[in-house]
């Protein structure tokens, strides 16, 4: 689960599905939960004295979701109990992380991702995951953003180019129930 934080859902477009994106993001969490399966939470924070910024938020002068603010928090009504957490600094969640480190540990090499936003963070992770040799599928009803064009070509990219598959929630819960891997 990637970037369910306050900070995203500042954008209009996000805090529109806020409600529906977080029942369905828990609905995916219980059923991992029921199977077995571990849940890797992803949050990104970043340093006050922009240390951990990126080029654009140092051409800006302006960091966000800094720790211990309400920014950085995860989503009110989130299941956030219990899981694995990693924090990131990038829209990738590989990138200078723990990420590949737990999933190795957990003896995880297929991942189903959900979150925001689709055409940045969630599209780095899966190309990312997809360098590191894991599966990679995407919920998507499970992920959203608040630039539909460019969302859609990554999502078609990741398809197309990545051969990860892009499934609807129905096909989430399965796989997470059965741990068949789509097609």
Not at 46 to 68: I, K, Q, V, Y
Not at 90 to 114: I, M, N, P, Q, W
Request: glycine share 6%; proline share 3%.
């Amino acid at each position: 689960m990637i970037d369910m934080q306050n900070s995203y859902f500042e954008f209009p477009d996000l805090a529109e599905v806020r409600d529906e994106l977080v029942a369905r993001v828990n609905e995916l969490i219980a059923a991992a939960h029921g199977a077995g399966r571990p849940v890797v939470l992803v949050r990104t924070e970043h340093a006050r004295d922009g240390s951990t910024w990126t080029l654009n938020m140092c051409d800006d002068d302006e960091g966000f979701a800094f720790p211990g603010t309400e920014q950085a928090q995860f989503l009110d009504g989130l299941d956030t109990g219990g899981h694995v957490e990693v924090v990131k600094t990038r829209d990738s969640a590989f990138f200078k992380t723990s990420l590949a480190a737990e999933l190795a540990r957990l003896g995880v090499d297929h991942l189903l991702l959900c979150g925001v936003s689709t055409h940045s963070c969630v599209a780095q992770t899966a190309i990312d995951g997809f360098a590191e040799n894991v599966h990679i599928a995407v919920a998507r009803d499970a992920i959203a953003s608040d630039d539909a064009a460019l969302s859609a070509a990554l999502l078609e990219f990741l398809s197309d180019q990545m051969r990860q598959p892009i499934i609807d929630q129905s096909a989430a819960l399965e796989l997470l129930r059965t741990g068949d891997w789509p097609d």
